[in-house]
């Protein structure tokens, strides 16, 4: 727990990023049984994922501005409303077409409190004091991932597929009602930004051309997409390469929280004493060597059965926990007078890179543990890239000194 946040504030904030995670992790076990009752392909059930992935990153570099602008507790709150419509039009839609309307609905509503966690954080909090806040909302919302695909399965059985949404709407009140009483407004009118369009624009380019930010949110940026690969392949190889059900898929699932629990708490802890660009730089190279280790499981003729793939992932897990944390607050840091811009930029790439991710697993034509291995090792390359590029530009800019 960080030092100085108050347990109700940390725990709300990482409830409203975590709320996007649960919204699509939760849905894993059920997609089976959308498509029989609604008669829909693989492509269709597929784009139950990726439609809500790609319109939660297009949403973002709307409302980051213009919680700028008008503050972060009206888009927060408008957010969430948005989220309870779609979430009851997904659970009584009664066809594919409405249950997609539903889900771009609901993307476009969390986005506002996924993006505005992180500037409600970068709000109050700089420096190791944010990485550490960022480190432990991690720890707590690892919890979304990993558990919720457990949960849906034990709702689904229970009770089938459509109570599922339930739990959503459920989940979205609460969080509303979290919010409102616990953490409220963080910024201040005198600290807001009064942008016409064009300058929210000349904002975005400035971000992107500002390597402060972009290289290390490149790199976050492409761990995620690695991460929602997982997320998309897992389900099928551990259902048809090992024969596991919906509710084995969700302890298994539920099994790797710990990897990310302890990465997590040891992020900030190793910020301190390395500094944010070694950590990441390690972080990296763990995913890459997840990668690697499955790669040569599946691919080499070592037939390790499910161990063969549950310690890469867990190996990619470590580097990921540890990566994303320390990255966010890597990126967010310099830039305080836009943080909700900044914030929304980055979700923006991380979920652009996850909709990229979930794709080209599904789309190569190779085993998916395989496709899964390599969108990893790629991932790691171009993560390595960014970081490459940042450290050379420090070398050079010490040398001038």
Partial sequence: MSAGVPRRWLLTLAALSALATLSSNILLPSLPAMASELKAGDAGVTAVLSLFLAVFAGSQLIVGPLSDRIGRRPVVLGGLAAFIAGTLLCATAPDLGLLLAGRAVQ???VAAASVLARAAARDRFEGPQLAGLLGSIMVV?????????????????????????????????????????????????????????????LGYVALARDGRFMRPALAVAAIMGALFAFFAATPVVLSRDFGLGALQVGSFFAATVFVVFAAGRLAP????RLGSAAVLRRAVWLAALGGVLMLAAGTLGLRL????FAVPACVFLLGMGLAMPVG????????????????ALLGFLQMAAAAV????????????????????????????????RAARASAIASAAR
């Fill in 269 to 272: 802890r190793w910020a301190q």
């Fill in 357 to 388: 991710g979930t794709g080209v697993v599904a789309a190569l034509p190779m085993p998916r543990a395989t496709a899964l291995a390599a969108v990893m090792l790629a991932a790691a390359v171009v993560a390595a890239f960014s970081l490459g």
């Fill in 141 to 201: 919302m690892a919890a979304a991932p990993g558990f919720s695909p457990l949960l849906g399965g034990l709702v689904q059985q229970a009770f089938g597929w459509r109570a599922v949404f339930g739990v959503l709407l459920v989940a979205s009140v609460a969080v509303g009602l979290a919010y409102v009483r616990i953490v409220g407004e963080t910024l201040p009118p005198a600290l807001r930004r009064q942008q016409p369009v064009g300058a929210v624009a």
């Fill in 107 to 109: 993307a476009a509503g």
């Fill in 328 to 343: 966010t607050a890597a990126a967010l840091t310099p830039f305080a007078a836009q943080a909700g811009q900044a914030s």
């Fill in 305 to 308: 059965g499910l161990a063969g």
